[in-house]
């Protein structure tokens, strides 16, 4: 019996590192287009797979599915706190309506107490410029505290 259990709970942690592995191999083939890092991180996917199907040869199906269900939800919620750990900081423009049953001044002093940079585009609309997650945060918040408040959010990716 403890044999089974410890097979199990190894099976698990191969499994959660599985889909960690997969989760980085998608993002890395989606987002850099080269041949030579999708080969690695394919080939160690694919071999680190072999493992576990070499670990569950003699598991039961249903357990094996069950543990792959519940893993996959782990694993992809660690990845993308690991993801959350490292990632930059952008610039973002947030164009922002503010109509009538709110305090336009209001409105935009509450941004400015908060040092996030406006610019007004024109009479009810301004621009906020949010270089780091945290001012981004702040104004976010603000405008989904009003629901009459409409906004569009663009990221800066220009460079010259």
């Excluded at 987002?31 to 797979?49: L, Q, W």
């Excluded at 952008?90 to 908060?114: D, G, Q, T």
């Excluded at 945060?137 to 009003?146: A, N, Q, S, T, W």
């Amino acid at each position: 019996m403890n044999e089974i259990i410890i097979t199990i709970l190894i099976f698990a942690g191969l499994q959660v590192i599985n889909v960690i592995l997969n989760s980085f191999k998608s993002l890395i083939m989606a987002k850099y287009d080269s041949a030579t890092a999708s080969a690695i991180i394919n080939a160690v996917t694919f071999g680190f797979y072999t493992v576990i199907v070499q670990q569950i040869a003699h598991l039961d199906l249903w357990l094996t599915v069950s543990v792959t269900v519940i893993t996959n939800v782990i694993g992809v919620y660690i990845t993308y706190a690991i993801m959350a750990k490292f990632k930059k900081d952008e610039l973002w423009k947030i164009e922002i309506y503010v109509p009538a049953p709110i305090n336009f001044e209001k409105f935009s002093n509450h941004l400015n107490a908060r040092l996030v940079p406006i610019a007004v585009t024109a009479p009810k609309l301004l621009t906020a410029y949010c270089y780091n997650q945290k001012q981004t945060e702040i104004v976010k918040k603000l405008c989904k505290r009003c629901p009459q408040v409409k906004f569009n959010i663009t990221k800066v990716s220009q460079k010259f």
